[in-house]
């Protein structure tokens, strides 16, 4: 991203004209079907690691089940990805796991195939990162916007990059630790579980994004 560009810069002193751009991309061939507000489910998806806001986000879900009865929260998560044992992740993070596992409305997952996460979601509604950790690009982001899944989270490292807000999402300023973090994001959730225009505009200028500039073979020219 050009966030993490401008950290080597400053933080490095990596000179500019060193440093080019990729970005990241997705596989669209994943991505190919679209399902409209009333064709999906009442489902929040978190597809991150843990430690980056499954706690907080944990933490959320019971306000806004009660505003929305029928919402459910998908957890996508676990360190398996970057090759942690079954073992060691539950060591580190098994109360986190054990909090999603108990709680009502909650179904955990774990960490699945990107194919299998596509499939999700595209029968989801919003994609819920309430990071407290700088992201340097965010594929999980990327890979929500490709399937239309709109997505709320922290005005925070490179997700300024991925997220127009208002337009394709929207960013939340501050710490997700905090209440009145926490307030502004929840009332962005339930806003867009409710209001399907807005839902609308949002998830097709976020797949058309997506789609349109950040597939492998875009990048790759």
């Known amino acids: 991203s ?3 560009a401008g950290s080597f810069i400053e933080h490095l002193k990596f000179p500019e004209n060193k440093l080019f751009v990729t970005k990241n ?4 061939d994943l991505f190919q079907s679209y399902k409209d507000f009333f064709t999906r489910k009442m489902k929040i998806v978190y597809s991150s690691t843990p430690f980056r806001g499954l706690k907080e986000m944990l933490e959320y879900f019971p306000l806004i089940k009660a505003e929305i009865k029928e919402a459910e929260l998908d957890v996508f998560s676990g ?3 970057y090759g942690v044992s079954r073992e060691e992740d539950k060591k580190l993070y098994g109360d986190i796991y054990d909090l999603a596992l108990k709680q009502a409305g909650v179904n955990f997952y774990g960490p699945v195939s990107q194919k299998e996460l596509a499939e999700h979601l595209s029968e989801s509604l919003v994609l819920a990162y309430p990071n407290k950790f700088a992201e340097t690009f965010c594929i999980s982001v990327l890979e929500a916007q490709a399937a239309g899944t709109v997505p709320v989270t922290s005005n925070l490292g490179a997700l300024p990059e991925r997220v127009e807000n208002t337009a394709d999402g929207f960013l939340i300023d501050g710490d997700s630790r905090l209440r009145d973090y926490r ?8 806003f867009l ?3 399907r225009q807005k839902w609308s505009e949002m998830s097709l200028k976020s797949r058309s994004k997506a789609l349109g500039s950040y597939s492998y073979d875009q990048l790759a020219l």
Request: glycine share 4%.
């Open 183 to 190: 307030d502004k994001f929840i009332e962005k959730i339930i």
């Open 25 to 28: 991309g997705i596989n669209p």
């Open 2 to 4: 050009k966030w993490q």
């Open 79 to 81: 360190m398996q990805i």
């Open 193 to 195: 579980l409710k209001d």
